[in-house]
């Protein structure tokens, strides 16, 4: 863990922050509460509006809610801008933060993991080389549009436009060790799985990996070129390191869709900053993902592949 002077003196001044802020959201979240809850008596028993009432007492509780949650908002944010690059920089030196930034849609597209998104945000991008290998990752929320049909009681339907989660979670691309042609996905066995991509099914000679993901791919040679035995056995330990996760091998490049909580980077508002365990906690999500590069071997090159440039 780092110990550096910048450090602790970031997370001093962060703390002293976090505990005057959160006071001061709590003083105007109660005087807020205290006015509506006010205004709701002299409706109800003065004027005898209890809808008024009722409409006065969920008004004070939004308003509330929006400043708390602004407050925390904000000093999640400054935690972030101050500490994550002093926690990465510790793990690699060459890893740069971009708490705004995050996986391109284009990229996230590229993979064919998933039918492409008709709503997609995402942040906390980092990006960098780890050795040899050039890495991106971030978290992004990909959503697709339907439209649901309700009928009320009289017989009258509606149709809305909603939508609903595709993935939701950590997105990492890293530069593959291998030339090759096609493109091969790897896949939970027991997940509900829909992709737009459409290939044969790879049967393996690892019995407990079948157990574990089912492989497609355009071209079968390519398929076992790439999952031998040796990266069989590391997605497996992968699988057991992070849990659940969806793979993507094309362009040289290899992709990871893992569930993952994406306040995974960040700190609970609620306790002090200055709890180790805040800082360890971060910074073991940010080890586990970026010792993927060395878990699956990525830094090996096969067949004299040069480095990423």
């Keep these: 863990m780092p110990t550096s002077e910048c450090l602790a003196a970031s997370l001093a001044r962060l703390e002293d922050d976090r505990v005057s802020s959160r006071s001061k959201g709590w003083v105007y979240a109660g005087s807020i509460l205290f006015l509506t809850t006010g205004l709701a008596l002299y409706c109800l028993r003065v004027a005898g509006a209890p809808m008024a009432a009722l409409g006065c007492e969920v008004i004070g509780m939004i308003l509330s809610a929006i400043i708390v949650g602004a407050i925390s908002n904000r000093l999640k ?47 906390d991008l980092v990006e960098g080389r780890i050795g040899d290998t050039a890495v991106r990752f971030s978290f992004v929320n990909a959503e697709e549009q339907y439209q649901q049909t309700t009928t009320d009681s009289d017989g009258h339907s509606k149709t809305e436009t909603r939508y609903r989660t595709i993935f939701n979670g950590l997105f990492f691309v890293a530069d593959f060790n291998k030339h090759f042609t096609g493109r091969t996905l790897v896949r939970p066995r027991s997940s509900n799985f829909f992709s737009k991509f459409f290939g044969s099914h790879i049967a393996l000679e690892d019995p407990d990996f079948e157990k574990r993901f089912s492989v497609t791919s355009t071209d079968q040679v390519s398929a076992r070129y790439i999952l031998t035995p040796s990266l069989m056995e590391r997605l497996k330990h992968l699988h057991d390191t992070v849990g659940t996760f ?56 096969i067949w004299s592949k040069p480095p990423s440039p």
């Design 77 to 123: 944010r400054a935690f972030k801008r101050e500490v994550i690059p002093v926690l990465l920089a510790n793990i690699d030196p060459s890893l740069a933060f971009h708490m705004d930034g995050y996986i391109d849609e284009r990229t996230f597209n590229a993979a064919e993991l998933y039918q492409y998104p008709n709503r997609y945000s995402g942040k």
């Design 246 to 301: 969806n793979a993507s091998f094309c362009d040289s490049r290899l992709f990871l869709a893992i569930k993952m909580p994406p306040d995974s980077f960040e700190p609970s508002v609620r306790r002090s900053f200055l709890e180790n365990d805040q800082i360890e906690r971060i910074l073991d999500n940010l080890r586990t993902i970026t010792s993927i590069v060395g878990e699956l071997g990525l830094n090996v090159r």
